[in-house]
């Protein structure tokens, strides 16, 4: 066994699960003293009972740090405006919360007098890059030390492990899911859900109704926007939290959020994750509807770019980055005029946009009806086409552009009839 002064202290990002429970005894057994590190991002888990557990396991130190107004404020809500998911299924929650806790970690590091911080994370998922970089970008001087990719334990080991060593842990063979949650989402991998071809089974869910038992009326919620963020519900100014809970609850009343997403891993393999993020769904969903209704649309299809990137420099651990800030000056600006309503129907499963209007919207009842009240300059449309088509027109008639060959195969068969 090496000597713990030797090695020095660190911080784990302790969740209480199983990965994170058995790093405590295998820190200790190395010879580390271990300070570990609880953030509460909205997992609705007992703190306390997690506390007394780092401290029983092993730990010098164990804290609890309240995270929530934070991760929303500082990490979610930038996200919100950017409009971020990744591969158009993932709102991220697990990659934005990292950032966090690693910038939380390095602060009580400072604090212990720590040499470095270390994580539960394994060699094949995303989650170690993440606390990596960011550890990187904010602290250089500190080490990082990752007990799962050190241990060659797979996760059968651990439980064995944690069994022998009376290590309290909730995952058993028998129930063998990683889960980890926080107010914009829970994910759950492992067990039957590493067959892509296998529907999840009930049990996984745990915010989310089965859509058959869900309420056989729809609910209505209207959320109210100020530049980019959302400020109300139905009318009711209401804070950060409270907006995000409430559309949890109501959402998964409703059934809204199930994700079921084959995903590709930074470290270059495909994962299949569910996730359920009722309030993300639905916020996200809104905020694309006022956006749809505010944007110009060159800023609008310039703004789609933006947010794949921002998804992929989130879900790639590069929050704490020159990337970040740049593309975050761009999507500050685009949200300068996008305060307003969107009413949204919650029905069985699916959430659907059923209204939106803004005081600064780009839609013009006067230029898009085709009623009374109709302004628009039909007039002027014949010289705008003339001019927008004048390319492709010289092109025809210099180089060609479909032989006649082409024209009839096209058409096919052509049956004329008169009277």
Known sequence: MADGAALGKVVLAYSGGLDTSVAIRWLKDQGYDVV??????????????????????GASAAYVVDGKLPFLRHFVWPSLQ????????????????????????????????????AHGCTGKGNDQVRFDVSTAALAPELKVVAPVREWGMNRDDEIEYARRHDIPVPATA???????????????????????????PREVFEWTRDPRQCPDEPAYVEVGFKEGLPVSLDG?????????????????????????HLENRLIGIKSREVYEAPAAVVLLQAHQ?????????????????????WAQMVYDGLWFSPLRDALYAFVAETQRHLTGEVR????????????????????????????????????????????WGMG????????????ERDLKSMLGEVKRLAP
Do not use: C
């Open 174 to 200: 028998e129930s063998p899911y990683s889960t980890d949650e926080n107010l914009w989402g829970r994910s759950i991998e492992a067990g039957i859900l590493e067959d892509p071809w296998a529907e999840p």
């Open 36 to 57: 570990a590190l609880t953030i509460d991002l909205g997992e609705k888990k007992d703190l306390d009972a997690i506390q007394e557990r780092a401290l029983k396991i």
């Open 289 to 309: 509807a006022l956006e749809d209704i505010t944007l110009p649309k060159d800023v609008a299809r310039f703004k789609d770019l933006v947010a794949r990137e």
């Open 344 to 387: 949204l129907k919650l029905f069985k499963g699916a959430s659907t946009v059923v209204g939106r209007k803004s005081p600064e919207q780009l839609y013009q009842l006067q230029l898009a009806t085709y009623g009374k009240g109709d302004t628009f300059d039909q007039g002027a449309a014949a010289g705008f086409i003339k001019l």
């Open 82 to 117: 950017a409009g971020a998911v990744y591969e158009r299924e993932y709102p991220l929650a697990t990659a934005l919360g990292r950032p966090l806790i690693a910038a939380m970690q390095v602060e009580i590091a400072r604090r212990e007098g720590a040499t470095g911080i």
């Open 392 to 403: 492709v027109r010289t092109a025809a008639q210099v180089q060609g552009r479909l032989q």
């Open 236 to 260: 009711r100014p209401q804070e950060a939290l409270e907006i995000v809970t409430t559309l949890n609850r109501l959402g998964g009343e409703h059934g809204v959020g199930r994700i079921d």
